[in-house]
C-alpha cells in the first residue's frame, strides 16, 4: 500500500520570504501522480501543483515549484515571495496512475501553513 | 465550467433524521467520490463511482448509503447518524479511472455535517 508521509504538523513564513514544504511517500509503482493540495479555512480543497512522476522535470505554476526526487520518493514545495491568501492547510497526496488501479487520492496528514505580515 | 457543486453547505439533524447531500459537476468527469474530513485531518475516502458504477466502498457503515443516478450527480443518503459522524463531507470529482485520466481531482466545497 501507498503511503505519504508529512512531518511537520506546522510552519510559519514572513510574508515575501520563501518557504519549503516537505512530502515523501512509499511506493512500489512506476507510474503515479503527485499532488499538492490547498484546503484555506473557507474549506475548498483546491490544488495548487501536480506531477507526473515519469516527469523528470519539476512542475511550477507561477510563485509554486515542487522537488521531485523519484529515487529519494520525496515531494516537496515551494512557496515563493509567501502571501497572507497563502495561509491553509496543504496536503501532500499520490495517485496510482498503473492500468486496473483504483482511483483513490491518498493524503498526507497536512500541515498548516502560516503567514507573518 | 469547472465546479463541483454541493448542496446543501451545512446541515443540522437528528439521530433519527433521514437527509441527503447532492454533489453535481458538469465536467463530463467519470469519477466521482465521496469524503468524510474531521477538523485538522485529511480526507478520509468513503466511495467511489466510476462510470455510474460503485468501485470503492471503503467499509463505510450502512447508515451511509451513496446513489448515482447518472454522470453528473451523486447523493449520499445519511439515515440513523451518531454525534461522530459530524464531519465536512467533500464530494470530489475526477476524469476517470487511473490512466483515463489527467490524475487529479476536483472538489467541491464541502457540505459541513453537525449530528445531534
Known amino acids: 500500500a501507498q503511503t505519504v508521509t508529512q512531518s511537520q504538523p506546522e510552519m510559519s513564513v514572513q510574508e515575501a520570504e520563501t518557504v519549503t514544504l516537505s512530502c515523501t511517500y512509499d511506493?512500489?509503482?512506476?507510474?503515479?501522480?503527485l499532488f499538492w493540495y490547498k484546503q484555506p479555512p473557507s474549506r475548498q480543497m483546491i490544488l495548487v501543483i501536480r506531477?507526473?512522476?515519469?516527469?523528470?522535470q519539476n512542475a511550477t505554476e507561477n510563485r509554486f515549484s515542487v522537488n521531485f526526487q523519484k529515487a529519494a520518493k520525496s515531494f516537496s514545495l515551494k512557496i515563493s515571495d509567501s502571501q497572507l491568501g497563502d495561509a491553509a492547510m496543504y496536503f501532500c497526496?499520490?495517485?496510482?496512475?498503473?492500468?486496473?488501479?483504483?482511483?483513490?487520492?491518498?493524503f498526507g496528514k497536512g500541515i498548516t501553513l502560516s503567514v507573518r505580515p | 465550467d469547472t465546479e463541483v457543486t454541493q448542496t446543501p453547505k451545512h446541515l443540522v439533524m437528528g439521530m433519527t433524521n433521514k437527509k441527503s447531500l447532492k454533489c453535481e459537476q458538469h465536467m463530463g468527469h467519470r469519477a466521482m467520490y465521496w469524503y468524510k474530513q474531521k477538523a485538522k485531518k485529511p480526507p478520509e475516502l468513503m466511495f467511489v463511482y466510476s462510470y455510474e458504477k460503485l468501485s470503492i466502498n471503503e467499509s463505510v457503515p450502512s447508515r451511509f448509503s451513496p446513489e448515482c443516478p447518472n454522470s453528473s450527480l451523486l447523493n449520499l443518503h445519511l439515515h440513523a447518524l451518531q454525534p461522530e459522524d459530524s464531519a465536512l463531507y467533500l464530494c470530489?470529482?475526477?476524469?476517470?479511472?487511473?490512466?483515463?485520466?489527467?490524475?487529479?481531482?476536483?472538489f467541491g466545497e464541502g457540505s459541513r455535517l453537525t449530528v445531534l
Open positions: 506531477q507526473e512522476a515519469y516527469k523528470q
Open positions: 511506493t512500489s509503482e512506476s507510474d503515479y501522480y
Open positions: 497526496a499520490y495517485r496510482s496512475d498503473l492500468p486496473g488501479a483504483n482511483s483513490k487520492l491518498t
Open positions: 470530489a470529482s475526477s476524469q476517470g479511472p487511473a490512466r483515463s485520466s489527467a490524475g487529479e481531482l476536483f
